[in-house]
Nanobody
Framework: QVQLVNSGGGLVQAGGSLRLSCAASGRILSNYVMGWFRRAPGKEREFVAAIRWGGGSTYYADSVKDRFTISRDNAKNTGYLQMNSLKPEDTAVYYC?????????????????WGQGTQVTVSS
């Protein structure tokens, strides 16, 4: 099994930046996808971004496109979510997830492994 550890959350003012990390205990192979999801208070968990480990194809929710950047370091088995120009509405618990053979990258049910989440709070 792959275990994922989320880190990098915190409190930031609107317009600021944070970089979230997702460290995998097991090796992530080329057929895996790593995704990022977030859950704001009182709302459903929503898709943020995803990356195909092997080819590096990336996917973004419209709400974060051009502000967030997903990346990975294959050698470190770690994924990153760089969040710039943060807005108060970005406040949520952010979760990384991973699985192999993912087709619908925005669906939570596609992912077998989940990080514990990290809180991101954006103040105005």
């Amino acid at each position: 099994q792959v275990q994922l550890v989320n880190s990098g959350g915190g409190l930031v003012q609107a317009g600021g930046s944070l970089r979230l990390s997702c460290a995998a205990s097991g090796r992530i192979l080329s057929n895996y996808v790593m995704g990022w999801f977030r859950r704001a208070p009182g709302k459903e968990r929503e898709f943020v971004a995803a990356i195909r480990w092997g080819g590096g194809s990336t996917y973004y929710a419209d709400s974060v496109k051009d502000r967030f950047t997903i990346s990975r370091d294959n050698a470190k088995n770690t994924g990153y979510l760089q969040m710039n120009s943060l807005k108060p509405e970005d406040t949520a618990v952010y979760y990384c997830a991973a699985s192999r053979g993912v087709v619908a990258v925005a669906r939570t049910s596609e992912y077998n492994y989940w990080g514990q989440g990290t809180q991101v709070t954006v103040s105005s």
